[in-house]
Nanobody
């Protein structure tokens, strides 16, 4: 069983900052790509940022590029999302996503997991 637990959401004024965290726990060989998605009321879930296992490859949604920074701590199986210069349109539920390798090194399989979501509200 793999669990993703998010923290760090809340209410902030426009122009402010928040840092989200997501920790993976359970039984697995490794946590591979980790991502943040968000979903605002009445809108589809969209990719905010993703980061490869090594941390050297990152990808950002166009609306957050230059304002948000994704990072990870592999020994802690944790991904972070530093959100700066927040705007009211960033208001959404933010979800952590992780691709996990399980099984044995000679017989491995991959599964995708989601966190429960954390609310971020940016006031104008």
């Amino acid at each position: 069983q793999v669990q993703l637990v998010e923290s760090g959401g809340g209410l902030v004024q426009a122009g402010g900052s928040l840092r989200l965290s997501c920790a993976a726990s359970g039984s697995f060989l490794s946590v591979d790509v980790m991502s943040w998605y968000r979903q605002a009321p009445g809108k589809q879930r969209e990719l905010v940022a993703s980061i490869a296992t090594s941390g050297g490859i990152t990808n950002y949604g166009a609306s957050v590029k230059g304002r948000f920074t994704v990072s990870r701590d592999n020994p802690k199986n944790t991904v972070y999302l530093q959100m700066d210069s927040l705007k009211p349109e960033d208001t959404a539920v933010y979800y952590c996503n992780a691709v996990v390798t399980s099984g044995t090194y000679s017989s491995r399989y991959y599964t995708t997991h989601w966190g429960q979501g954390t609310q971020v509200t940016v006031s104008s």
